[in-house]
């Protein structure tokens, strides 16, 4: 039997989609049984959320002041000391769970798998490299503690329906002072979340300016799309860092992606290649974003885009 | 502030197209042109800038890694590093180890702040930085941004996935740096010959008390699934028009 415990990713308020994700990745290990802890202030909501995606035999609530705000310094010893009872340690490959899980894994002297995008057995994955370029299968030690994130594009969400128990546990480890949350600020929008969203418009540098990028803004409205960029266009200054999509922005895997004005590089190619559906529009009939588009479209992107909108109200 | 420690990789340069050997057993790598890993430039630059604000502060790049990352170093002390340190090595380093070896440095050297690129470009691993700082029990702050220094404290804004987190860290921490925290600088032929003259000593894992050793085994290396070559369409009208046969709008 292996004993998978999920590090769920949420906001107090709403489980983080990447989650069931990760319960979909650790349902591929054969004989297991999968628990998702959810450290915060107040984890009542998103334990119910957690307990309820099928395949989830616990969610475990670790509730305490100091949880409210997810800090690595503060989260990893608490999971340290809970790694005990389990054989594998799964998170998300977020931000929150690129930050958090190597600092699980050095306490617990374990190295870490990252990216896991295939299970081939309970100690043996796929993860990519090198942008994606180069796919490698690795094997651990299964006297080790396995640490693990898991590349979320790769998997999709487990379903909801489960029935699982949500047990409180408290952990009694001393947690240091020395890393305090001061505030965050997003550009929060009415929009579709980027890593979750079924359609995506992106643009890049083609568009010229911050002014020219709302174009897509509209146009996203208008299909009900989240909004992406390729690194060049977050550079210039015409989207903010979140929607950066790439080999070191998100990896995201939409039904449905539209670039615009993108060249396709190969960075930015990584960060969407497990989206069912590419689009590229693009002035150049050359560039790179063709060879893994599934439609083209070459000319003037600000012809295209207008008329694009108009066309799809209809 | 005294002293600040950044981690340079030596990694294949970002331009070079990856291939894969024809028999699995990892990618081509003879004659390939090898660089800074370009976030660990970022992350010297940091220090550079830091340095160039204050007074008396010593920028030590350390590396890891075979005989020939002198030359990825020598770059750093181009850039403006005051001295350098490779850990010589030829077997290859897991990032928990690359941890252990520069915890071992930062022991030796006790710096203020240890910047590191949030990943490398060739494993694209993205843990060294928060393994370093879990086992030398001091702060991490991933994904900088910006990196405001005062009073034993650093002020560091991070690219998270929502947008922006701020987070205040006593020092010594573990800083690791994202694309946009700066531009590097460009390295300007006399600060090359300058850099010669500079100090570079060479160590061992052995020598540090560090057990190199693979913890995770590679078993096979492939090239990724290739995309189907798609149809191209002629006008706006076309588009919609397949797009909607296809019920993606």
């Keep these: 039997m292996h004993k998978v415990l999920i590090v769920g990713e949420h906001d107090g308020k709403t489980l983080n989609p990447a989650t069931a994700k990760c319960v979909t990745c650790a349902s591929g290990i054969p004989d297991r049984e999968i628990t998702i802890v959810l450290l915060g202030a107040d984890t009542a909501a998103v334990a119910a959320q957690a307990a309820a995606i099928a395949g989830v035999k616990t969610a475990l609530r670790v509730d305490r002041p100091e949880n409210e705000h997810p800090l690595a310094a503060i989260f990893a010893p608490q999971l340290a000391a809970l790694a005990a009872d389990y054989s594998h340690i799964f998170g998300p490959s977020t931000s929150f769970g690129k930050d958090l899980m190597p600092r699980v894994a050095a306490l617990l002297g374990v190295p870490q798998v990252s990216d896991l995008m295939a299970v081939e057995g309970p100690y043996r994955f796929k993860r990519p490299t090198y942008a994606g370029n180069a796919i490698v299968t690795v094997e651990a030690d299964p006297a080790r503690k396995l640490m693990a994130t898991v590349r979320v594009a790769s998997f999709e969400a487990a379903p909801t329906g489960g029935n699982g128990a949500v047990e409180s546990k408290t952990v009694t480890v001393a947690l240091p002072s020395h890393t305090r949350y001061v505030g965050a600020k997003s550009g929060s929008t009415d929009r579709p979340d980027l890593q979750t969203a079924k359609r995506v418009v992106s643009g890049g540098r083609a568009l010229g300016s911050a002014e020219n990028f709302k174009m897509l803004f509209s146009l996203a409205d208008k299909i009900g799309a989240a909004v992406g960029a390729s690194r060049a266009a977050v550079d210039a200054g015409y989207a903010p860092n979140e929607m950066q999509v790439g080999q070191t922005g998100k990896i995201i895997s939409p039904e449905i992606y539209i670039a615009i004005g993108i060249s396709g590089a190969i960075q930015h190619l990584t960060g969407i290649k497990d989206a069912r559906t590419i689009v590229a529009i693009n002035k150049d009939g050359e560039a790179p974003i063709f060879e893994v588009a599934d439609i083209g479209l070459v000319g003037d992107l600000f012809q295209i885009v207008p008329e694009l909108e108009r066309l799809v109200g209809g | ?249």
């Design chain 2, 1 to 249: 502030m005294q002293k600040i420690i950044v981690a340079i990789k030596r990694v294949v340069d970002y331009n070079v197209r990856i291939r894969v050997k024809p028999d699995g057993s990892g990618v081509m790598l003879d004659g390939v042109k090898m660089s800074v890993n370009p976030f660990d430039e970022i992350a010297l630059e940091e220090a550079l800038r830091i340095k160039e604000r204050g007074t008396n502060v010593e920028v030590v790049a350390v590396s890891i890694g075979v005989a020939d990352t002198q030359q990825q170093l020598r770059t750093a002390l181009a850039m403006g590093a005051d001295r350098a340190i490779l850990v010589q090595t030829d077997v290859p380093v897991e990032p928990l180890v690359a941890a252990q070896t520069f915890l071992a440095v930062a022991k030796k050297e006790s710096p203020d702040l240890f910047f590191l690129g949030k990943q490398a470009i060739d494993d694209d691993a993205n843990q060294t930085g928060q393994m370093l700082a879990a086992i030398w029990e001091r702060p991490q702050a991933t994904y900088a941004s910006k990196v405001e220094i005062s009073d034993g404290k650093a002020l560091v804004t991070r690219e998270v996935d929502a947008g922006l987190e701020t987070i205040e860290v006593d020092l010594p921490a573990v800083v690791t740096v994202d694309l946009r925290l700066n531009e590097p600088r460009y390295v300007k032929l006399p600060d090359i010959m300058k850099a010669k003259k500079k100090p570079l000593d060479v160590t061992s894992l052995e020598a540090l008390g560090v057990s190199a050793g693979l913890l995770l085994k590679t078993v096979k290396t492939e090239p990724p699934a290739q995309r189907q070559k798609g149809v191209m369409v002629k006008d706006v009208a076309e588009l919609v028009d397949v797009l909607k046969k296809k019920g993606l709008i």
